[in-house]
């Protein structure tokens, strides 16, 4: 059986991470702008490790430059997600590839995403809200405005507040100001941690952020105190597997601990991450979940059911979902 048709949930990606290399390489054709180094000889991207993944990751971003280059990319992404299923997806957001965090321009790259949106609503039937993201390695000053115009944007279509990037960069409490800012703005939180720093970074964050979702989290499985914490408060863990997987995060799929965490009793999600980064789909997802642990259908209707109540918008939006 395919899981394609399954209806899916997805509450952690990249919108630029999403981009197509044959869309990104458009782009660039376009503007005449020379990033060939990042692709493979076969039309992938190329890149070594997460370090170099990011770096890869930003040249890509030099190709979108305008709100419309979002709004095509938007409807792009849209279509290939929701070919695999998906109804409801939330998508990371970052002022700094949007006008480099000025609060005018990213209103102007917003309406493009938010009008993409409804187009892909409409004629797709898929759901799509943004969590505006700071980017860690950029620094906690460079946060500051992401969280203002996070801030400043939150409504119908931003629907939360986080932080991606280069995890072993600062401390958590270094980038306290910024969630702070969006806190009190009412804004639900997430943070990427424990892909790479270990339970000790989750703990961290999960202290000095306060957030009430993790991206990624795996690191805490060698913390059994800190897995019993995580299921108690219901912290939900947003889980990659296949980026794990191919950024090396994990030895291999048979070593991932989403299985270990869920049956410990924490909240689990999958989502995919950067999908044509790591050559993955959700299809994919369920089937290598399905192959290593055999998960079936109902251990993906179950996931679903915990995305919907953990997803940060609105609750007739979830009504609409379920
Ligand atoms: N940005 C895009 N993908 C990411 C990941 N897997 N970890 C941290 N930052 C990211
Ligand atoms: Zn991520």
């Known amino acids: 059986m395919s899981f394609r048709t399954l209806p899916k949930v997805e509450l952690h990606t990249h919108l630029e991470g999403c981009a197509p290399p044959e869309f990104i390489k458009g782009l660039a054709a ?3 702008i020379d990033i060939s180094k990042i692709f493979t000889a076969d039309g992938g991207y190329a890149f070594r490790d997460f370090d170099h993944f990011l770096k890869v990751y930003e040249a890509a971003c030099t190709t979108l430059q305008t709100p419309e280059d979002f709004r095509r990319l938007t ?3 849209l279509e290939e ?3 695999h299923g998906v109804v409801y997806m939330e998508t990371f957001v970052s002022p700094d590839f949007c006008g480099g965090g000025d609060l005018a321009a990213w209103k102007d790259y917003l309406a493009a995403m938010e009008d993409a949106a409804a187009e892909g609503q ?5 759901t799509l809200k943004g969590i505006v993201t700071g980017i860690r390695h950029f620094g906690p000053d460079a946060c500051k405005p992401a969280a203002r115009c996070a801030a400043e944007t939150f409504g119908d279509f931003i629907v939360g507040y ?4 280069g995890e072993m960069v600062g401390r958590p409490g270094d980038y306290r100001y910024s969630f702070d800012m969006a806190r009190e703005a009412g804004m639900p939180l997430t943070c990427h941690a424990g892909e790479w720093g270990g339970a000790a ?3 961290e964050t999960l202290r000095d952020l306060r957030v009430g979702r993790i991206g990624h989290g795996i690191g805490a499985i060698t913390d059994p105190a800190l897995i019993e914490e995580i299921a108690e408060k219901e912290i939900v863990l947003e889980v990659c597997p296949g980026s794990n997987v191919v950024l090396k995060a994990v030895k291999g799929w048979d070593n991932h601990p989403i299985a270990k ?3 410990a009793g924490v909240k689990i999600t999958v989502s995919t991450d950067d999908p044509p980064f790591f050559h993955t789909t959700m299809t994919d997802e369920y089937e290598m979940l399905h192959r290593t642990f055999g998960w079936d259908e109902d251990d993906f209707k179950a996931l679903n059911k915990t995305a919907i109540a ?3 918008c609105d609750d007739d939006t979830k009504t609409r979902i379920a």
């Open 30 to 32: 376009e503007k005449k």
């Open 75 to 77: 409807l792009a992404v």
């Open 81 to 83: 997600t929701a070919f």
């Open 122 to 126: 409409e004629k797709l039937g898929i």
């Open 162 to 165: 986080g932080m991606a990037g």
């Open 201 to 203: 970074m989750v703990a």
């Open 261 to 263: 965490l869920r049956d």
């Open 310 to 312: 953990a997803a940060f």
